[in-house]
C-alpha cells in the first residue's frame, strides 16, 4: 500500500471556525490532490500540488485553501467553514512515470460534519 | 473537455453472476484508462488498468479492454462474490493538456447478495 495518511479521520466544527486538515505521505510522489465526495456528485477536485509551492485549482476550490511546505504534506484550509463543506475529503498522490500513466493513490479520507 | 461517463447504479446482482459495468469517455489526445474501487468506509484503491489502445487490464477477475474505435473501458468480471460489493470508478488521464488532472466518472454502486 502506498505511504498516504491523513489527519483527522473524523471531525466535528461549527460554522465560522477555520478547519486544517493534513495529508501526508511517504513515497515522494510530486503530485497531491485533494477531492471531496458527496453523495450524486461523486469525486470533486478542491485544489491540486504539482511541486512544492506549486498549486493550482480545482473545479470546486471557493472556501478553501491549501498549502504546500513540504514534498510530503499538503494542508487543507477551509477558512470559515460552512455546513455546505460538510463531506469526506480524500487526498491523493501520483507519480509522474513514463507517458503519462499517472494513477493515483488515495488516502483513508477525513469525515468532516459542520454544525 | 474530457469527460467519463459510467451506468447508473446500484447494479444488484447474486453471488456468481456475470458483471458488465458500462464506461465511455471523451477525450482529446491518448489518454491512459482506470478502474478504481471504493470499499465502504475507504479510499478508492486502483483495481486494473490500460494505457493504449486494445490493452487489457486485468485484475483479481475484473478485466477491461481500452477500445478506442468505440471509445469504452467496460469492466467485466465472470463471477461475482458479495466480497465485490463496492462502489466502481472509471477514469481517465493523460489526454492533451493537463495530463496529471484526472477525470472520474461518478461511480457505479455493485450490490452482490449471497
Known amino acids: 500500500d502506498a505511504g498516504i495518511t491523513q489527519s483527522p479521520r473524523h471531525k466535528v466544527t461549527e460554522t465560522g471556525t477555520p478547519v486544517t486538515l493534513r495529508c501526508h505521505q511517504t513515497?515522494?510522489?510530486?503530485?497531491m490532490y485533494w477531492y471531496r465526495q458527496d453523495p450524486g456528485h461523486g469525486l470533486r477536485l478542491i485544489h491540486y500540488?504539482?511541486?512544492?509551492?506549486?498549486?493550482d485549482k480545482g473545479e470546486v476550490s471557493d472556501g478553501y485553501s491549501v498549502s504546500r511546505s513540504k514534498t510530503e504534506d499538503f494542508l487543507l484550509t477551509l477558512e470559515s467553514a460552512t455546513s455546505s463543506q460538510t463531506s469526506v475529503y480524500f487526498c491523493?498522490?501520483?507519480?509522474?512515470?513514463?507517458?503519462?500513466?499517472?494513477?493515483?493513490?488515495f488516502g483513508p479520507g477525513t469525515r468532516l460534519t459542520v454544525l | 473537455g474530457d469527460s467519463v461517463t459510467q451506468m447508473e447504479g446500484p447494479v444488484t446482482l447474486s453471488e456468481e453472476a456475470f458483471l458488465t459495468i458500462n464506461c465511455t469517455y471523451t477525450?482529446?489526445?491518448?489518454?491512459?484508462l482506470f478502474w478504481y474501487v471504493q470499499y465502504p468506509g475507504e479510499g478508492l484503491q486502483l483495481l486494473l488498468k490500460?494505457?493504449?489502445?486494445?490493452d487489457k487490464g486485468s485484475n483479481k477477475g475484473f478485466e477491461a479492454t481500452y477500445r478506442k474505435e468505440t471509445t469504452s473501458f467496460h469492466l467485466e468480471k465472470g463471477s461475482v462474490q458479495v466480497s465485490d460489493s463496492a462502489v466502481y470508478f472509471c477514469?481517465?488521464?493523460?489526454?492533451?493538456?493537463?495530463?496529471?488532472?484526472?477525470?472520474f466518472g461518478r461511480g457505479t454502486s455493485l450490490i452482490v447478495h449471497p
Open positions: 491523493a498522490i501520483s507519480a509522474r512515470t513514463s507517458g503519462l500513466h499517472n494513477e493515483q493513490f
Open positions: 513515497e515522494n510522489h510530486r503530485y
Open positions: 500540488s504539482y511541486g512544492v509551492k506549486d498549486t
Open positions: 477525450a482529446t489526445g491518448y489518454p491512459s
Open positions: 490500460a494505457t493504449k489502445a486494445d
Open positions: 477514469a481517465l488521464s493523460g489526454a492533451s493538456g493537463g495530463s496529471y488532472i484526472p477525470t
